[in-house]
């Protein structure tokens, strides 16, 4: 089956400079491989998502990138503020029909 | 909309009962999962079921039962419970035809 690792497992960056969170996948079938944000005590939210189509995907501050040929695909905050400190995962899957797979996640905190 | 929700919010069980998670979705989504999320090991998918009428297996499906009741509600069940039950249950929804899944706001479970 697939196996997502996600790497690091803890960040901690200063207001205002960047985060990069690495993922890597088994799977070369995977197709679908979106991030998820999930705050304190709350339900994981989709923040973005790339296709395999796709190499880099931007919505304002966040970027995802995907390198198929290496099996790994980043997450990029620029400008990191206060709110987003979280624990953000990445995952990995084929066609619609088939479950995500989890990395195990990266907590960020980001101190003012 | 109501999204997904899940009911109980928080319940303790004593080693050995059995109770049922309630999951239900009013966005007529056609697939359903149940996950598991233990610190430091991510989202780890219980059961799924990909539409009304049918479930399958996920990574660690043992000691679950699941039952896909009509499309709107997917219900988990632990027939004995166990203290390596412990952990937050969160289920999720996905529309036909795409791949974002969306989260219930999770079942926090202490088995004792």
């Known amino acids: 089956g697939e196996n997502v690792e996600q790497h690091p497992s803890t960040l901690s960056v200063q207001e205002g400079d960047s985060a990069v969170i690495k993922c890597t996948y088994s799977d070369s079938a995977s197709n679908y491989f979106p991030w998820y944000k999930q705050e304190l005590g709350k339900r994981p939210q989709l923040i973005i998502d790339?296709?395999?189509?796709?190499g880099e995907k931007k919505d304002q501050r966040i970027a995802v990138t995907l390198n198929k040929t290496a099996k790994h695909f980043s997450l990029h905050i620029t400008e990191t503020q206060p709110e987003d400190s979280a624990v953000y995962f990445c995952a990995a899957s084929r066609n619609s029909g088939y479950a995500l797979n989890f990395g195990k996640g990266t907590s960020l905190l980001v101190t003012p | 909309n109501a999204g997904v929700t899940q009911t109980p919010k928080f319940q303790v069980l004593k080693t050995g009962q059995s109770m049922t998670l309630q999951c239900a979705q009013d966005m007529n989504h056609n697939s359903m999962y149940w996950y598991r999320q233990d610190p430091g090991m991510g989202l780890r998918l219980i059961y799924y079921?990909?539409?009304?009428?049918?479930?399958d297996k996920g990574e660690v499906p043992n000691g679950y039962n699941v039952s896909r009741l009509n499309k709107r509600e997917f219900s988990l069940r632990l027939e004995s419970a166990a203290p390596s039950q412990t952990s937050v249950y969160f289920c999720?929804?996905?529309?036909?035809?795409?791949?974002?899944?969306?989260f219930g706001p999770g079942t926090r479970l202490l088995v004792l």
């Open positions: 790339i296709r395999s189509n796709v």
């Open positions: 999720a929804s996905r529309a036909g035809g795409t791949e974002t899944q969306y």
């Open positions: 079921s990909a539409s009304e009428g049918t479930t």
